[in-house]
């Protein structure tokens, strides 16, 4: 039995179940009702979504815990090349648990249907500038599935194009995936690994809606994670050091969030400010290639996907994404 050692005990967050199977992620948003590729663990280069974009208003009691068989590698560090079992943990479960004891035994095969405990989770590992690294596998058995083809029910599965770790989907009940991920080669400095789980309900215990957006419980969390004997880099952070290493960056961090918190409204001012000092006017003459198709507010057709895929989970409605020019030249 190896021995884990917990990085991560943080998370109480918004609402959530992603989807049914994690197949999903990687499948068309407006066509397939996926996730077109993001895995909604809270990374920026997705612009820090988790699975609450759609599943809103949660009570947030839930909880999350990273674990690794390795202790070193969230005191020491990341060794270069060296695979890590990885395991996260939903705690504090309450949503649908009453169906937990139905396992396996539910869903559309069950005559009369019978509620499934779905629950599920996301997971990837960052470089400073927001790229995935390192290498994921199932963990299948006792060992990570580094050959051949997993089985079909292993819990956890990879996206398509390697840079997240999702449940799979093919067992209920589950609060805690088994993963392996390879550490990168030496040089890439601090990783992060972005979380989140979601806490499903079963929808509302009926046959129509097995699993819907609401009623669930969603937390998402990040951990830090240097390079084994990579120098250190002190950042500065509003022209304060964070010495004392790791502990001293995760403080500076913290103060970090309570001055922002604390002073937001002079932070909105002072970024308005900002704002209006590049205002200049534009002449009708100009308004023309303001209007083109390359001056749109939201040139990233996949982001487009993903804000109306969120406005249809949410509130019912589609359209209104995609237009002939950017709407900066109208008279």
């Given at each position: 039995?190896?021995?884990?050692?917990?990085?991560?005990?943080?998370?109480?967050?918004?609402?959530?179940?992603?989807?049914?199977?994690?197949?999903?992620?990687?499948?068309?948003?407006?066509?397939?009702?996926?996730?077109?590729?993001?895995?909604?663990?809270?990374?920026?280069?997705?612009?820090?979504?988790?699975?609450?974009?759609?599943?809103?208003?949660?009570?947030?009691?839930?909880?999350?815990?990273?674990?690794?068989?390795?202790?070193?590698?969230?005191?020491?560090?990341?060794?270069?090349?060296?695979?890590?079992?990885?395991?996260?943990?939903?705690?504090?479960?309450?949503?649908?648990?009453?169906?937990?004891?139905?396992?396996?035994?539910?869903?559309?095969?069950?005559?009369?249907?019978?509620?499934?405990?779905?629950?599920?989770?996301?997971?990837?590992?960052?470089?400073?500038?927001?790229?995935?690294?390192?290498?994921?596998?199932?963990?299948?058995?006792?060992?990570?599935?580094?050959?051949?083809?997993?089985?079909?029910?292993?819990?956890?599965?990879?996206?398509?194009?390697?840079?997240?770790?999702?449940?799979?989907?093919?067992?209920?009940?589950?609060?805690?995936?088994?993963?392996?991920?390879?550490?990168p080669g030496a040089g890439v400095g601090p990783i992060t690994a972005f979380v989140a789980a979601v806490d499903g309900n079963g929808g509302n215990g009926t046959l129509a809606f097995p699993n819907d957006t609401v009623g669930?419980?969603?937390?998402?969390?990040?951990?830090?994670?240097?390079?084994?004997?990579?120098?250190?880099?002190?950042?500065?952070?509003?022209?304060?050091?964070?010495?004392?290493?790791?502990?001293?960056?995760?403080?500076?961090?913290?103060?970090?969030?309570?001055?922002?918190?604390?002073?937001?409204?002079?932070?909105?001012a002072l970024l308005a400010i900002a704002a209006l000092s590049g205002c200049v006017h534009v002449r009708a003459r100009q308004r023309e290639t303001l209007a083109k198709r390359n001056m749109k507010f939201a040139p990233d057709p996949a982001e487009d996907e993903l804000d109306l895929h969120m406005q249809?989970?949410?509130?019912?409605?589609?359209?209104?994404?995609?237009?002939?020019?950017?709407?900066?030249?109208?008279?």
């Amino acid at each position: 039995m190896k021995r884990f050692v917990i990085a991560l005990a943080v998370a109480h967050g918004s609402a959530a179940y992603a989807f049914p199977t994690g197949a999903q992620f990687d499948l068309d948003p407006l066509k397939a009702d996926g996730g077109g590729g993001i895995a909604f663990d809270g990374a920026p280069r997705w612009s820090s979504h988790t699975c609450a974009v759609c599943h809103t208003d949660p009570p947030g009691i839930v909880g999350l815990r990273l674990e690794s068989d390795h202790p070193e590698l969230f005191t020491d560090g990341w060794k270069p090349q060296q695979q890590y079992h990885l395991r996260v943990v939903l705690t504090n479960e309450w949503a649908g648990v009453q169906y937990q004891t139905f396992g396996d035994a539910c869903g559309f095969s069950q005559t009369p249907y019978r509620p499934c405990d779905e629950n599920g989770f996301a997971l990837e590992l960052d470089d400073e500038v927001g790229q995935p690294k390192g290498k994921f596998v199932p963990f299948v058995g006792s060992a990570c599935a580094n050959t051949g083809t997993p089985p079909t029910d292993v819990d956890v599965r990879v996206l398509a194009d390697g840079t997240a770790v999702t449940h799979n989907g093919a067992h209920m009940g589950m609060t805690s995936w088994d993963l392996c991920w390879t550490a990168p080669g030496a040089g890439v400095g601090p990783i992060t690994a972005f979380v989140a789980a979601v806490d499903g309900n079963g929808g509302n215990g009926t046959l129509a809606f097995p699993n819907d957006t609401v009623g669930d419980d969603v937390a998402a969390g990040a951990v830090p994670i240097p390079e084994l004997d990579a120098n250190p880099v002190s950042p500065q952070t509003g022209g304060c050091s964070a010495d004392g290493g790791d502990r001293g960056i995760l403080i500076a961090l913290l103060v970090l969030v309570l001055v922002v918190h604390r002073r937001r409204r002079s932070l909105i001012a002072l970024l308005a400010i900002a704002a209006l000092s590049g205002c200049v006017h534009v002449r009708a003459r100009q308004r023309e290639t303001l209007a083109k198709r390359n001056m749109k507010f939201a040139p990233d057709p996949a982001e487009d996907e993903l804000d109306l895929h969120m406005q249809e989970a949410r509130e019912g409605s589609s359209g209104g994404y995609g237009s002939s020019g950017g709407g900066c030249g109208c008279n």
